[in-house]
């Protein structure tokens, strides 16, 4: 199955349509009028197709197992044609195509089960997903004409004692969100050096400006003590989102002091300096971040 650990829950919503043809109208009224010697072939049905939106993943092998919170299952009869919809929702990981189409096949089965005995000319066909929404496909925000700057804040690093591997897994994510990296530089944990490298990078232009390391609560770790005092507006969503998915992961992110906000129209943003931290910062909150630059043009970007 495919690694899906490094997602976030969103809401997930997937319908999903099939078709089941029958020969003649006869067939129809018996259906509308309940006198399918099998039972009610509507009813029957859709129970059947609920049970399998819920048993997705014990008949398809790579799908995860995911609460189904909302199943809906819709007929509409359109001459010799029964239309057969399922709707499924879920805040999960993964989404829900799947279970949507799997459940409108295993109505159109049921339906062509209690049906063969009355008619023998009927049809399954057109099983496809209408419309999916969710997740980071969802999310129409590009790093495009953003250019970024990553200041990784490390004593160790910046004298050569250890490599450096978080900010470069700040880039590659970046560079993955389409945002241009302008300047990448190691500095030791010292406010100064922090705070003049901020300024520098707001006087040439930089709009994201990302730090990686000084978070924690060494004496040596000041990034948020150096970053705070030069923000116009913190942004403590950030952070919570930040730690919150953290969490999930590792008890010690409620011990990180990630900070984010805005200096003018740049966005400041300062992350663990693991790697792992760092790696799982970015994947908490990019693309989403990126929508701060449409609200500061206005909804354009």
Do not use: W
Request: hydrophobic fraction near 40%.
């Amino acid at each position: 199955m495919v690694n899906i650990t490094h997602k976030n829950n969103t809401l997930r919503k997937a319908l999903a349509e099939a078709v089941l043809s029958v020969s003649s109208q006869e067939t129809i009224d018996a259906i509308v009028n309940n006198t399918v010697p099998k039972g009610n072939v509507f009813e029957m049905s859709k129970t059947a197709g609920l049970f399998a939106a819920k048993k997705t993943s014990d008949m398809i092998p790579d799908c995860h197992p995911l609460p189904v919170e909302y199943a809906s299952i819709q007929f509409e009869i359109r001459n010799l044609e029964v239309y057969i919809t399922s709707e499924i929702h879920t805040i999960y990981k993964t989404g829900v195509e799947v279970e949507a189409m799997h459940s409108a096949s295993v109505v159109a089965l049921t339906m062509y089960d209690m049906l063969k005995p009355i008619d023998k000319n009927i049809e399954i066909r057109n099983i496809r997903l209408i419309e999916k929404k969710g997740g980071k496909s969802d999310l129409k925000d590009s790093g495009e004409r953003i250019n970024a700057s990553v200041i990784v804040c490390s004593d160790s690093i910046f004298a050569g004692k250890k490599e450096d591997k978080a900010g470069k897994a700040i880039i590659s994510s970046l560079e993955k969100n389409s945002v241009t990296i302008n300047d990448y530089v190691i500095i030791p944990d010292e406010i100064s050096e922090i705070q003049n490298k901020i300024k520098f990078d707001i006087e040439n232009g930089i709009s994201l400006i990302m730090i990686t390391g000084g978070t924690g609560l060494s004496k040596r770790d000041v990034t948020p003590e150096a970053v705070r005092p030069l923000l116009d507006r913190e942004i403590p969503g950030v952070a919570e989102a930040i730690r919150s998915y953290g969490q999930l992961r590792t008890p010690y992110s409620m011990l990180s002091r990630s900070v984010a906000g805005m200096i003018g129209d740049t966005l400041v943003i300062a992350l663990p300096g693991s790697t792992k931290g760092a790696e799982e910062s970015m994947d908490a909150i990019f693309p989403g971040i990126l929508h701060i630059y449409k609200i500061l043009n206005g909804g354009k970007h």
